[in-house]
Structure formats: structure tokens, C-alpha cells
């Protein structure tokens, strides 16, 4: 059951140029949706989120775009710094909207960023 | 900066016994949650927690697992038999509303021999 997708096990870019991380989701019914950064041992850190009202938010060198048409999100950062690399999680859920069952979250599998000096 | 910590880090137990994973949520969050992840798989939800009882919770969530929050601060996971499929890291994490981001704790590894 793979809802949310992350089809990059893994990514590696230089320091100082753009990480974008790709998403892809299923169930129509998601209309919030969240990156984390998990180094290990070490529990998933909230990076960024957004509704599905809006198709970019911004965050210092973090941006997420939502495109609902093709149900995909992508996460951007720029510029790159050795200290982001981590393993990315994407996540979702659904009813923000409608205030109905928002609770549970829904992971990708995560995609290992290495960002090299 | 407020965070969600979580004892033991490490727990290891024999199969059949029972374990308690202890969680202390931010202050002000109202929502709680616990999440695992099999070691190579994907983070998954187990169970969602508000006002006192349990808002939601997943197929993996069964009679053998219970939730509870005993005080004002903690928020404790038990696993009443456990089997060596329970191993698994366990998050425990917590939200201001049920809209909003969650926070995770560091996650507790959970062990059965």
C-alpha cells in the first residue's frame, strides 16, 4: 500500500547547488502534506509544510511546491550545505481541510541526501 | 526549544514479555501519537490520542498493544506479549492541533529476542 512514494532512494549533489527531492502520492483525499530530515538514532525532524490550498511554501533554503493536478510535491534546497545531508521522509494526510480525520500520517520510504563539500 | 523525549533509548526483552514505552509529549501539545519503523521499512502510524482516549489507530494496533496517558506528562506505549516482529524503532510524537506538524521524540528501539 504505497500511498506516498519517494521513488529516489537516494540523491548526492555538490555543496551549494539545489537538492530537489521528488513525491509522488495516490489517495486524492491528502490535502496536507510535511517533509522531515532524520539523521540516525535520531527521531524525524519537521521540516516543512503544506496545504493543499497553496502550491509553494517557503521556508529560508527550504521551498516545497504541490502540484495537485499530478499529485506531486517536490522539496527544494538551495543552496546545499554537507550539514543537510539526512535521509528525507515525505508525509501526508488528509481531512486538514474539512477538519475530519487529520491524525494519521502517511510516510514515504525516504530518500538518503548527500551532500558532498 | 521544547522537544519530545522518549525512555528507554534501547529496550531489549524476551518474546512474551510485556514492555512499556514511555514518551513525555511537548507541554502544550494536546495531540498524541505513536509511529514505528522496521528497520528498512517505512515509518508507520500506530495510534492517535486526544482527550484522553484513542482518536485513531491503524491495523498494526491490536489487542495486544495499549495506550495511556497516566499523568500530565507522560504518554506510555505497552506491548503486552511482545513477538520478535515488535522490533522496531517506536516515535513517539505530539501536536498543538490536529492540523498542525507533529513533533518526534528520538524514538525508542525496541528489541525482542
Known sequence: DQQVKQNSPSLSVQEGRISILNCDYTNSMFDYFLWY???????????ISISSIKDKNEDGRFTVF????AKHLSLHIVPSQPGDSAVYFCAASAGWGSGGSNYKLTFGKGTLLTVNP | EPEVTQTPS?????MGQEVILRCVPISNHLYFYWYRQILGQKVEFLVS??????????EIFDDQFSVERPDGSNFTLKIRSTKLEDSAMYFCASSVRENTEAFFGQGTRLTVV
Open chain 2, 49 to 58: 490520542f486526544y482527550n484522553n482516549e484513542i482518536s485513531e489507530k491503524s
Open chain 1, 66 to 69: 504541490l502540484n495537485k493536478s
Open chain 2, 10 to 14: 534501547h529496550q531489549v526483552t524476551q
Open chain 1, 37 to 47: 530530515k532524520k539523521y540516525p538514532a535520531e527521531g524525524p525532524t519537521f521540516l
